[in-house]
């Protein structure tokens, strides 16, 4: 029995996107205000009328997505329920620096108004990202069908790149469509996901949710690390006339050991309050708890024939750094700069992913580095290893062009 075959339409340039996430989404819409000529499909598992505004897990933008989204002129429907970042606190729990009499914890703090910019970042829910992006690229396919299409409810079985090429997708009944360029943008969590050329299994395990809070600053975002793992508060908006606050809760435990999941709230609560530095405020409630294994799971190659990997479908990190969706942001613009100047036709589709893969190639692996280290040095039970943490924080807290350079690499990645 053939194989169902459909031809692809001859236009400037065919670009299929695989996953109508908020990274596929940016680049759909971004390929449709860049690349005018070309024609755009976007594949989704999810059906049409699931409504994506509800999800509730919350991402942290740095200041170059918040960019993003403004050119994509979604920001002003996120930035209705997002909570600003103004200040970021780094700090250990149980420092080695009160070995060497100087007591207290040693802590990092960035600040907006140092770096001379409003805010370091914001925080919002995934819904409230997605949705939005979601209506603005339904609305570009009723204005331009031609030009744009929404495959939802649509999953793809099988991909085949090849150099010099066309891809080809095909979709689970069996019907092959051919594109110039195929862009996987499907994530997934790291227990999900089939593996790739690089993996690692932490052994963690991350407990996400929401805490409510008296008390501290609005603006911060704190992280603190533990002997057990990373522990995160993310800002989040709170009801108008709320005395309380509340913030996204990421605390990261290894597998061995861990009796989170049974503790009562009240006893969840107790174990954070020691855990967590005074600067956060009191703790006074906690939602309950959901918990993911941690693990990298990233491919050495973006690119691969006429097919490229972004986002979690090119690297998935440990949270520590809580910039995975930032690096996925950072892909895709950078896709589309290696578009618009090699392939505004189907010709100059392999220099582009050539020249996006080697531009790429610092930041993403400076930031899996980066994050596998940490991860893997609650690990190690190496002596004075929190005191060397500790200075390294404390040091950099009196090292402005240090600290601003950090500051810099969280809101914009390695440039």
Known sequence: MNTPHVKTPHVALTVAVIGAGPVGLALALEASARLPAARITVFDALPADRDVSTDPRALALSLGSVQILERLGVWSAVREVAAPIRRVHVSQQQPGLSLL????????????????????????????????MRAAWLALCADQPQRHSARWGTKVRALKALPNQPAEIEDEQGVVETFDLAVVAEGGVFADQARRAIQRDYHQTAWVGTVTLEGGDAGTAFERFTPQGPLALLPLPSPAGDKTRRASLVWCV??????????????????????????????????????????????RQLVQGRSVRIGNAAQTMHPVAGQGLNLGLRDARSLMDA???????????????????????????LLMGTTDFLARSFTWHVPGLTTVRSLAL?????????KSGLARQMMFGRR
């Open 101 to 132: 009499g100087l007591g207290g914890d040693a802590g990092l703090w960035i600040n907006a108004r140092e770096e001379g910019v409003a805010q370091l970042g914001a925080v919002a829910h995934y819904g409230a990202i997605v949705a939005p």
């Open 254 to 299: 290894a597998e061995d050991g861990d009796d989170i999941a049974s503790l009562s709230e009240a006893q969840r609560l107790t174990v954070l309050r020691y855990l967590l530095p005074p600067e956060v405020g009191r703790l006074v409630a906690l939602s309950p708890l959901k918990s993911f294994a941690l693990g990298l799971n990233a491919e």
């Open 339 to 365: 578009l618009r100047a090699k392939a505004p036709t189907s010709a100059g589709v392999d220099a582009a992913l050539r020249q996006m893969a080697r531009e790429r190639a610092p930041d993403r692996w």
């Open 394 to 402: 404390a040091g950099l807290q009196h090292l402005p062009l240090f």
